[in-house]
């Protein structure tokens, strides 16, 4: 139990010139099943000019437990989430953007796996709209999760659930001081390091996490490369003042180099930037894999990866367009080859496989090896060596929740088979089968009410790839017997009724 007058859970939002928006965000706290008295959300409006203010003040003086501050505007997130900590009086802390929005009982159970594990961390499952959140750390729940035994730095943005005094004994605080991109992965990184005990809660989408369609919210301005980097350098210090050489270290920081900077030299998201931008860009990245990147971090990337930071590493910014150039072309292509219904459970056979354009992506045998093919020349086949991929290649079937964008892996045996000769008599390529029965009695804890669409996850040599099937799952009550509309016969009548009006 918590101290009597002390709330458990202390939600901090940063807000400006936020408007509208966050309307979502505070519905949704005052939906929360955790009573209003077991906890309070302090908002701290960092000098809004438009009516930001006035919307949060009419919102405190509706509901004694929710708090305004307001502060000059700082011009980042930092200063303001560093003063609700200041001011909060929960047992814990979760820090909240303005713009996202909780699952109703989020902060009930939150809290409650915080005390049942004595976490001084919890990280609840979170749904994306429009921005990557981690997928495989919320495959399961993990309520002793460490940097060494799960994937837990693939979650380094702080909307987490922290206990109070585990920030204020470690003097955990945002960096304050202008704009500070990343400033929440040197916190964090720095408390899994601290944390006693840390948990994962992956049986309940606890967070919607948001990017806005306007791109208004301060973030989401172009970055500035060199200090981009440098925060990326201030969090790689944290890892090397807490780990030895070896594997450890580089698997932490391959986690950096693939998210924060690989991601912007590949498909869409280079084509997209501006020429000079993206030279800044590709020198900053090169330096800091000459500069502080041992062989075993790019070493332990799959093959198209490892081919990214090979021409980074190089600053080979031409090859890396044609490259971006071919990889935007990459989608997963998936069918359904049957199915059937049981009561309350149905069971899918579905086939997928990685396509770019109309061709298969292929590989090519070399002295005994798997080779991924590429549209470009002078990268070594040890490189592009998919051997050990190709065996580790997998097939997930994932159902999505389309009201709440919650996520459930569901499980499957699948093979994977090669088939030989489609572009040339020393290639493969691969399909991908998977068989598994879905239990709407029991999927998502019985809470299955709404539209579930189904997809094919292909996961191999550096692509996770989604293909959505046409297969969508409307139960009209939790746990009950789901009706199934198969899109391709809606297609199929589409296209004849259009047919039908081209001909007349």
């Not at 069971?347 to 090519?364: C, H, M, S």
């Amino acid at each position: 139990m918590a101290e009597v007058g002390v709330p458990k859970v202390s939600v901090v939002v940063p807000a400006y010139n936020c408007g509208p928006h966050i309307e979502k965000l505070a519905a949704s706290l005052l939906r929360q099943s955790l009573p209003a008295d077991e906890f309070e959300a302090i908002f701290v409006d960092d000098g809004s000019t438009d009516d930001t203010a006035k919307r949060l003040d009419r919102l405190a003086a509706e509901h004694p437990h929710i708090k305004v501050l307001h502060v000059e505007n700082s011009g980042w997130p930092s200063r303001p989430r560093n003063l609700g900590v200041d001011h909060a009086r929960g047992e814990y802390v979760f820090f909240a953007d303005d713009d996202d929005w909780f699952a109703d009982e989020a902060l009930e159970r939150l809290y409650a796996c915080a005390k049942a594990n004595d976490a001084d961390i919890v990280v609840g499952k979170m749904a994306g709209y429009g921005r990557p959140v981690p997928r495989e750390l919320f495959r399961k729940n993990r309520f002793d999760a460490t940097l060494g035994n799960s994937p837990l730095v693939d979650s380094l943005t702080c909307h987490k659930l922290f206990r109070r005094s585990f920030l204020n004994e470690h003097g955990l605080r945002f960096p304050e001081g202008g704009k500070r991109r990343l400033e929440d992965h040197s916190l964090v990184i720095r408390a899994y390091f601290l944390s006693r005990r840390t948990s994962v809660l992956s049986d309940y989408v606890c967070y919607h996490h948001v990017q806005r369609g306007d791109a208004r919210n301060v973030t989401a301005s172009e970055l500035d490369p060199a200090s981009y980097f440098a925060s990326v350098r201030e969090a790689l210090d944290v890892v090397d003042a807490n780990t030895e050489p070896g594997p450890l270290r580089d698997r932490l920081h391959r986690r950096w180099l693939r998210n924060e900077m690989l991601s912007r030299l590949r498909g869409k998201r280079l084509l997209n930037a501006r020429e000079a931008w993206l030279e800044q860009v590709a020198l900053e990245i090169q330096k800091i894999i000459q500069d502080r990147f041992a062989p075993g971090v790019a070493g332990g990337l799959p093959p198209l990866l490892r081919a990214v930071a090979y021409l980074a590493e190089q600053g080979r910014v031409a090859d890396l367009r044609r490259l971006a150039r071919w990889e935007a072309g990459i989608a997963a292509h998936g069918t359904v080859n049957e199915f059937q219904r049981v009561d309350h459970a149905v069971t899918v056979t579905v086939a997928a496989e990685l396509r770019a354009a109309d061709q298969p992506v292929g590989f090519r045998a070399d002295d005994g090896r798997d080779v991924l093919m590429l549209p470009m020349e002078e990268v070594t086949p040890e490189v592009l060596d998919a051997t050990a991929q190709v065996r580790k290649a997998r097939l997930d079937l994932v159902a999505r929740h389309r009201e709440t964008g919650a996520e459930i892996f569901i499980p499957n045996t699948f093979q994977t088979e090669r088939i030989t000769g489609t572009t040339g008599a020393d290639t493969v390529h691969l399909v991908h089968r998977a068989t598994a029965t879905i239990d709407f009695a029991a999927l998502n804890g019985g809470r299955t009410r709404g539209s579930w669409q189904l997809k094919a996850r292909i996961t191999n040599v550096g692509w996770t790839e989604d293909a959505r099937l046409p297969l969508v799952f409307i139960c009209r009550a939790d746990g009950s017997r789901p009706r199934i509309r198969d899109e391709r016969k809606v297609w199929n009548r589409v296209r004849s009724a259009v047919g039908r009006r081209i001909k007349r």
